[in-house]
């Protein structure tokens, strides 16, 4: 099964208590988790924390929403990852990032369909950024993962999926996007700069915010610039 993992955690170094932080009455977390949700693929959704106490309140929060949530290695982002996986039983492991307010879920399911047909090892669309940042998506063969983990570097245990980007195989596939977009566009959640940008265009829109994918997060974006 697959599987997708949130990592997060709750002291981030830029903007601490960005994923629990409201947007219209809503916390950055809980718009990752319904756009995530609108996969049609029943899969598991599970946040991965640190067992830090600060991220005492990402567990809290979880358990009212009832979230499905791991903790684990706060300094190994990597180890926390696995271990997440292992637990769930998951043979391939999706990671979204914390603040991936705007991460499209058509591209998420359609890539994790690619990643099953084809029974790559790796899959990414980060590669050459040819989707804004903050619509980052990887996945990776669980075996894969932990076969490689022992050769990660002290950098490659903090981002986690570094390594298969200089270890790429046969089994590996890197998604384009055909579409051109400016090289500049960051809807990740780093700053505070960053989190007004994403207040401004969530109370731009006119449905539900599962209804926009990334070209209407672009043109609302380009509306506000």
Not at 89 to 109: A, H, K, M, S, T
Not at 135 to 163: G, Q, R
Request: aromatic share 12%; proline share 1%; net charge neutral.
């Amino acid at each position: 099964m697959t599987g997708i993992i949130i990592l997060c955690r709750y002291n981030s170094s830029r903007l601490p208590g960005k994923i629990l932080k409201e947007i219209n009455g809503k916390t950055i977390l809980s718009y990752i988790h319904e756009r995530l949700s609108m996969i049609n693929l029943n899969l598991e959704i599970t946040i991965a924390t640190s067992n830090l106490e600060s991220d005492d309140i990402i567990e809290d929060y979880c358990l009212k929403k009832k979230y499905k949530y791991f903790r684990g290695s706060l300094s190994n982002v990597s180890k926390r990852f696995l271990d997440c996986g292992i637990k769930n039983n998951f043979e391939n492991l999706v990671r979204i990032n914390g603040d991936n307010l705007f991460l499209d879920f058509q591209l998420v399911e359609k890539m994790i369909l690619d990643f099953e047909k084809n029974q790559y090892k790796f899959m990414s669309n980060v590669k050459r950024r040819t989707w804004p940042k903050g619509i980052s998506v990887e996945i990776v063969n669980i075996n894969y993962y932990k076969n490689s983990i022992d050769s990660f570097s002290e950098d490659d245990k903090e981002h986690v999926m570094t390594y298969f980007y200089r270890n790429s195989t046969k089994d590996t596939k890197f998604i384009y996007n055909n579409i051109k977009i400016e090289s500049n566009l960051d809807f990740a959640i780093d700053t505070y700069e960053d989190f007004i940008l994403a207040d401004r265009i969530i109370h731009r829109m006119k449905k539900n915010h599962t209804e926009y994918n990334y070209l209407d997060i672009i043109n609302i974006a380009n509306q506000i610039n």
